[in-house]
């Protein structure tokens, strides 16, 4: 680390260790807000140890929703470490969180869940079907490297994040708003995959057709119209009406089971 630093590798390497209790306070409100928070909670205090504003801003936009592959989180922590370390802009920050812990995520379950770990849970079934202890051996050793290389991933993202720091002070209004527009794309994608509405109600031409509301109306005019239209009542509730995230998520449980009933859902 460098002799400007306040952070160092130790710093980093139990920042790796801890964040492997990403999902220890997992909810469906912010996802794995907690455990992010939790984990950064040390090297924020000893960055800002003298700041008190710079702190509970800092702490505030870490407990902020994410949802990220817990394996390639610690790269993310280390990166906005060394860049709340520099004291960047705070728009900046954020808008580097966001823009890439949904690509993160992606990446990670495209390598470890949809790859690397099914094959060799076959590869290792194979062998504990034969009898051979080598089976589940192999296949703990396996895992607890993924474990291990969060530690690694957490120095690469903190070296990377010291390293770039300078070409991220020139362009910080371009990376801000080049990271906002990916974050809100990304917030999109995950609008359309996390939020489903189907309407089932059907209207009848004839004794032969029949016309779905869903697949020959909303689909045809604009493709998840509904989950768009609902996250933004919800997020119009929550932002200007300041009505409370359990509420909300109460009521979209009881109006969804009441349109099942009526056959509308």
């Not at 394996?71 to 823009?99: C, H, P, Q, W, Y």
């Not at 995950?190 to 089932?200: E, F, P, T």
């Not at 929550?238 to 009526?262: C, D, E, N, R, Y």
Request: include cysteine.
């Amino acid at each position: 680390m460098g002799s400007n630093t306040v952070v160092s590798k130790k710093d980093i390497t139990k920042l790796g260790l801890r964040s492997s209790l990403l999902q220890s306070s997992f909810n469906y409100e912010r996802m794995q807000a907690g455990g992010f928070g939790w984990a950064m909670i040390p090297l924020l205090k000893k960055i800002y140890h003298d700041d008190h504003d710079g702190l509970k801003s800092a702490m505030k936009d870490n407990l902020e929703f994410i949802n990220t592959h817990p394996n390639l989180v610690g790269f993310l922590m280390g990166l906005l470490v060394s860049m709340e370390e520099k004291k960047e802009n705070r728009e900046t920050i954020k808008g580097i969180k966001v823009a890439l812990f949904g690509p993160l995520g992606g990446i990670g379950d495209a390598i470890f869940w949809f790859t690397l770990l099914p094959i060799m849970a076959g590869v290792c079934s194979s062998f504990a079907s034969q009898g051979n202890i080598l089976g589940p051996i192999i296949f703990f050793l396996v895992y607890l490297a993924i474990f291990a290389l969060r530690i690694g991933w957490t120095h690469i993202g903190y070296s990377l994040g010291i390293r770039a720091i300078d070409k991220i002070k020139e362009g910080s209004i371009l990376i801000a708003t080049s990271a906002t527009i990916l974050g809100v794309t990304v917030i999109g994608g995950l609008i359309a995959s996390y939020v489903h509405i189907n309407v089932v109600t059907n209207f009848s031409i004839d004794s032969i057709h029949t016309v779905s509301l869903q697949k020959d109306f909303f689909d045809k005019v604009f493709p998840n119209i509904l989950p768009m239209g609902y996250t933004m009542l919800m997020y119009y509730f929550l932002k200007f009406k300041k009505i409370h995230p359990v509420a909300l998520i109460g009521f979209t449980f009881i109006l969804s089971i009441l349109l099942s009933l009526v056959g509308i859902l």
